[in-house]
């Protein structure tokens, strides 16, 4: 029998009474704890009693059979592109066919049971890559997991049904390869693809057509499997909307989220939570005709927001004001613009693209992208409620002729209601649900970031050459959203920056409505966020690295010379920093000309030197020149002392001819021999091993 000392009776009473004085205090701290204000997008906000709520699962299975849907759709998006199509293709599947599709965000499941989807349930993945093969943000962990199956017979996927589609780009190498590498694996283990897989080509600007093809063959398919036919295809509104009286301090007008609502700007900072950061600078680093480029910094000193040299900027920009004005007159809006709007889903797993209590103006100024360029899909869903059947045929003929949509719409950078004015100034018949649910949300716009973070701690840098077209037979003008609203801002913070522009000095175009919601903005302010890259100076500061940007593809070029500068001037070693750039004219858009030369003289002699190509100055010349003219210093450089190779600029034609280029620069080496293949295969082993990177649009 065990006999306790007093010694250990006292001990046991001291543990004890500690348990239960910590308990006390922790359930005190529990009652009294404030709750942390909440950043998560508006959205999913709970739904009014009555209505179905969505059960949080991550399981696939379990999340279909209490939604009672027969399908999955994933997106793997990174700007919301498939994200929309995947709405497309779960609206028209319910319509046409009665089949109830999931769409689903495919971080927000776990994959353990994917490969035993019973028979009467399919997936349906659509895949964007991202960048040089890889995978959406969103989709890094499903592309581990498909990457895992890697051919394993033994998983027996037998009852797992799929449809694939692939939004990419054939301006790079891997052009969709995300989604050859998940129909591959999929394949590989047993599992069986409806219909072929669909790959569309956002670099011929064909990618919404090849969509809509892949989808009028691959929805008949999902019809057969799952022994649906097809019925009248009507528009049932998904949203319903309520006109709520008077906003009240409830009312999103703009904010991102709860917390921004209530007033509490807090990181951390990202794409659900942007930054309201002030303009510190603004200036124009070139004009030349109707082209002008600017030069912007974002003060982030005080703040939380923090990056990295050779990260993106994300700039959020609102709709100019003549563009909000024009959808809420031929929407038949105008009236009512102030009024509190109160959004519900009759289908509680689709999300709502904007805050479920807003008002129509707020709609159109912060959250729709009411300037996306028209689409043959939103404009055969609109033609339904044309005024007349004139107006309709017209409009048929254009939804239908491939050839007059691109002269007529495409051609003229058209948005929706820009085309539908010249047919007729009022479509109130068109719901406004319709938008809603074919309207992407507005979208952060994202640039090179041109400032170095050890340089440059309190202030984000972006170049940005602003985009405006006129033509005499065009009733409108085409401005970029953002480089407009970017442009707007930097002339209300620098007004000097109009001088020669047709305007008095001191005299601001207001395009852009810049106060913010509820005009909380006292000083030019954009909301930001930083998305981390890979496009990286190596963190051996005396390894080579080999540069090549024409245009505003030197803006990360800017940053990565200040950084190497800024090292050099504290002591470390630099090694060889070599950057080929290209312009029109050197008196016409030399970007930062004077500042190379003051960088420059930060490094020890030798290190850095600078090669510039005049595209119409002279003799026609392109950084590919340049590249050949310097092939002896590149070969040494690259085979010999392992130096780094960036790229930053168009992909459709740059990257292509710089690769090539190189590639013949390498092949003359002598243990390649004039071989083309070996020098190409070498360069793209120099991409896999990060040694090659690329930044390219």
């Known amino acids: 029998m065990l006999v306790l000392s007093d010694f250990d009776l006292l001990f046991l009473k001291v543990i004890f009474a500690s348990l239960v004085a910590y308990s006390v205090n922790l359930a005190a701290s529990r009652l009294n704890r404030k709750p942390t204000p909440s950043i998560l997008p508006h959205n999913k906000t709970t739904q009014k009693s009555g209505t179905p709520v969505t059960i949080a699962t991550r399981n696939i299975k379990r999340k279909l059979d209490l939604t009672q849907k027969q399908c999955v759709i994933f997106y793997g998006s990174q700007t919301g592109t498939s994200e929309k199509l995947a709405a497309i293709l779960s609206k028209e599947a319910l319509a046409r066919f009665g089949i109830d599709c999931l769409v689903a965000n495919l971080e927000d499941f776990d994959y353990d049971d994917l490969l035993s989807l019973p028979e009467d349930k399919v997936a349906i993945f659509l895949l964007a890559t991202y960048g040089e093969g890889e995978p959406t943000d969103n989709a890094i962990a499903f592309d581990r997991y498909s990457n895992s199956l890697g051919g394993r017979i033994e998983l027996a996927a037998t009852s797992l049904h799929y449809a694939a589609f692939g939004l990419g780009s054939s301006s790079y190498a891997q052009f969709n390869a995300m989604i050859r590498r998940v129909d591959s694996a999929l394949n590989g283990i047993g599992a069986t693809r409806i219909g072929d897989v669909g790959v569309g080509d956002d670099g011929k600007g064909t990618l919404e057509d090849d969509f809509l093809i892949w989808k009028d063959n691959t929805l008949p398919l999902l019809a057969q499997k799952l022994g649906f036919s097809e019925r009248e295809n009507k528009f049932v509104p998904t949203f319903s909307i309520e006109a709520t009286g008077t906003p009240s301090a409830d009312t999103f007008l703009g904010e991102p989220n709860k917390a921004q609502l209530r007033g509490r700007f807090r990181g951390p900072y990202s794409a659900l939570n942007p930054l309201p950061a002030p303009i510190a600078y603004a200036q124009q680093v070139f004009v030349s005709g109707d082209r002008r480029c600017l030069h912007m910094e974002f003060d982030i000193q005080n703040t939380t927001l923090t990056y990295e040299t050779g990260d993106h900027l994300a700039v959020w920009p609102s709709n100019a004001d ?26 509680p797993t689709v999300n709502i693209p904007l805050p479920t209590n807003t008002t129509y103006e707020a709609a159109a100024r912060y959250y729709l992208e009411i300037c996306a360029p028209v689409t043959r899909h939103m404009l055969t869903l609109v033609t339904k ?43 109130s018949q068109v719901p406004f649900s319709l938008l809603l649910e074919n309207m992407r949300k507005l979208q952060p716009r994202y640039y090179s970031i041109s400032s170095s973070s050890l340089a440059s701690k309190k202030t984000i840098a972006i170049t940005a050459v602003v985009e405006s077209q006129k033509q005499i037979d065009w009733t409108h003008e085409f401005n ?49 966020h930083v998305r981390r890259s890979k496009f990286h100076l190596p963190s051996d500061s005396s390894i080579p690295v080999i540069m090549i940007g024409p245009g505003t593809g030197v803006a990360p070029f800017r940053a990565f010379t200040q950084e190497r500068a800024f ?13 080929f750039y290209g312009c029109r004219r050197h008196d016409e858009d030399f970007l930062y000309e004077s500042e190379w030369k003051e960088l420059k003289q930060a490094f020890q002699p030798g290190i850095f030197d600078m090669y510039v190509a005049f595209s119409r100055e002279g003799s026609k010349e392109y950084v590919q020149h340049k590249i050949v003219q310097q092939a002896e210093e590149i070969r040494k450089l690259l085979i010999e002392q392992g130096s780094r190779v960036y790229t930053c600029g168009d992909a459709k034609r740059m990257a292509k001819d710089v690769f090539e280029t190189m590639t013949r620069v390498v092949a003359e080496d002598a243990q390649f021999r004039g071989d083309i293949q070996g020098a190409e295969m070498y360069l793209r082993d120099l991409k896999k091993a990060n040694r090659w990177s690329e930044d390219v649009w």
Not at 385 to 403: C, G, I, M, N, P
Not at 494 to 519: M, W
């Open 322 to 347: 003549i563009e909000v004005a024009r959808f809420l007159e031929v929407f038949g809006l105008q009236e009512h613009k102030a009024t509190q709007i109160t959004i519900q889903s009759a289908d």
């Open 385 to 427: 409620f044309a005024v007349d059947e004139q107006v309709r045929s017209k409009l048929v003929r254009l939804t239908t002729d491939y050839e007059a949509f691109q002269r007529d719409v495409k051609g003229r950078h058209l948005n929706l209601v820009q085309l539908l004015q010249l047919f007729s100034p009022s479509w």
């Open 480 to 528: 970029g959203v953002a480089t407009s609203y970017l442009l707007s801002q930097a002339q209300k913070h620098n007004p000097v920056l109009l001088a020669g522009q047709g305007q008095k000095k001191g005299q601001i175009i207001d395009t852009h409505t810049l106060s913010g919601p509820r005009g909380i903005f006292t000083r030019p302010t954009s909301p930001i």
């Open 567 to 579: 090292q050099s001037r504290h002591g470390k070693k630099v090694g060889r920093t070599v950057l």
